[in-house]
T-cell receptor, first 115, second 110 residues
Framework: EAQVTQNPRYLITVTGKKLTVTCSQN?????MSWYRQDPGLGLRQIYYSMNVEVTDKGDVPEGYKVSRKEKRNFPLILESPSPNQTSLYFC??????????????FGPGTRLTVL | DAKTTQPNSMESNEEEPVHLPCNHS???????IHWYRQLPSQGPEYVIH???SNVNNRMASLAIAEDRKSSTLILHRATLRDAAVYYCILYNSGNTPLVFGKGTRLSVIA
């Protein structure tokens, strides 16, 4: 089944304790992206990647890191989480085409609480 | 980035058609109009997209104004499962990412 998976789905942690949220897709998509969703603010993009070893900042990259060593994986790293990073996180992927604009497939979400 | 304007919320009766409007007066010639929706407790899912012509798929129809400054997502028969937040997004092929606004929260009444 074509899908985007995220782990963990739920995480409660404490300020300053490094964590990684994994994202994996099995559709051979070039494009992958991370969003966070907060009440009243909608979905905001954190980082995105057009292909392996290519990453770019989205709208709210501060406090986050990403890497794209393999096509299928795009982990989100919080080196020193803070309470303002408490949020619902979504990973997404899509094909990239010069002439076509492809739909993005979203993962189920990771609810992160930083105490 | 070109922006979109959508009503905050709309309500529909079950089994009735729903027309969800979106204004995008600053759209450029290469911007595609995408619609996504987010069901409660789920990630967003793609609904439909178009460039200039009206589009139909199994989920919905997309009507695009001739000047492309507005569009309407049409759900032909709303069901309770269609209750969601619907996002109208302008997307340009290339390196630009999807930019989600606040969307329209659709409530469907049985």
């Amino acid at each position: 089944e074509a899908q985007v998976t995220q782990n963990p789905r739920y995480l409660i942690t404490v300020t300053g304790k490094k964590l990684t949220v994994t994202c994996s897709q099995n559709m051979n998509h070039e494009y992958m992206s991370w969003y966070r969703q907060d009440p009243g603010l909608g979905l905001r993009q954190i980082y995105y990647s057009m292909n392996v070893e290519v990453t770019d900042k989205g709208d709210v990259p501060e406090g986050y890191k990403v890497s794209r060593k393999e096509k299928r994986n795009f982990p989100l790293i919080l080196e020193s989480p803070s309470p303002n990073q408490t949020s619902l996180y979504f990973c997404a992927s899509s094909l990239v085409g010069r002439e076509t604009v492809n739909e993005q497939f979203f993962g189920p979400g990771t609810r992160l609480t930083v105490l | 980035d070109a922006k979109t304007t959508q009503p905050n919320s709309m309500e529909s009766n079950e089994e009735e058609p729903v027309h969800l409007p979106c204004n995008h007066s600053t759209i450029s010639g290469t911007d595609y109009i995408h619609w996504y929706r987010q069901l409660p407790s789920q990630g967003p899912e793609y609904v439909i997209h178009g460039l200039t012509s009206n589009v139909n798929n199994r989920m919905a129809s997309l009507a695009i104004a001739e000047d492309r400054k507005s569009s309407t997502l049409i759900l032909h028969r709303a069901t309770l499962r269609d209750a969601a937040v619907y996002y109208c997004i302008l997307y340009n092929s290339g390196n630009t990412p999807l930019v989600f606004g606040k969307g329209t929260r659709l409530s469907v009444i049985a």
